[in-house]
Nanobody, 124 residues
Framework: QVQLEESGGGLVQTGGSLRLSCAAS????????MGWFRQAPGKEREFVAT????????YYADSVKGRFTISRDNAKNTVYLQMNSLKPEDTAVYYC?????????????????WGQGTQVTVSS
């Protein structure tokens, strides 16, 4: 069983920054890609970013490319999402997820474990 716990969300002004963290339990963290998704009110959950098992490869949604950075520390069983130049449209609940693969999947069905989410609110 894998448990994921997100932290670091909050309220920030447009142009500000936040760093999300996702702590994972379990021994197999380092073998799988990890991802971040988000869900705004009334919208479907969407892909944000993913990082491969060894950090060699990352992939981002076009909407966050150049502003967000995903990283991981396998020694700490933690994945991060650094969010800069935040916009009101980034407001959502952000979810951490563990992939079923070691590379960089972007579809929800390619992830099998999910955290409870952390709220990010960007005020204009």
């Amino acid at each position: 069983q894998v448990q994921l716990e997100e932290s670091g969300g909050g309220l920030v002004q447009t142009g500000g920054s936040l760093r999300l963290s996702c702590a994972a339990s379990g021994r197999t963290f380092s073998s799988y890609a990890m991802g971040w998704f988000r869900q705004a009110p009334g919208k479907e959950r969407e892909f944000v970013a993913t990082v491969s098992w060894n950090s060699a490869t990352t992939y981002y949604a076009d909407s966050v490319k150049g502003r967000f950075t995903i990283s991981r520390d396998n020694a700490k069983n933690t994945v991060y999402l650094q969010m800069n130049s935040l916009k009101p449209e980034d407001t959502a609940v952000y979810y951490c997820a563990r992939s079923t693969r070691s590379t960089v999947p972007i579809r929800r069905y390619e992830y099998d474990y999910w955290g409870q989410g952390t709220q990010v609110t960007v005020s204009s």
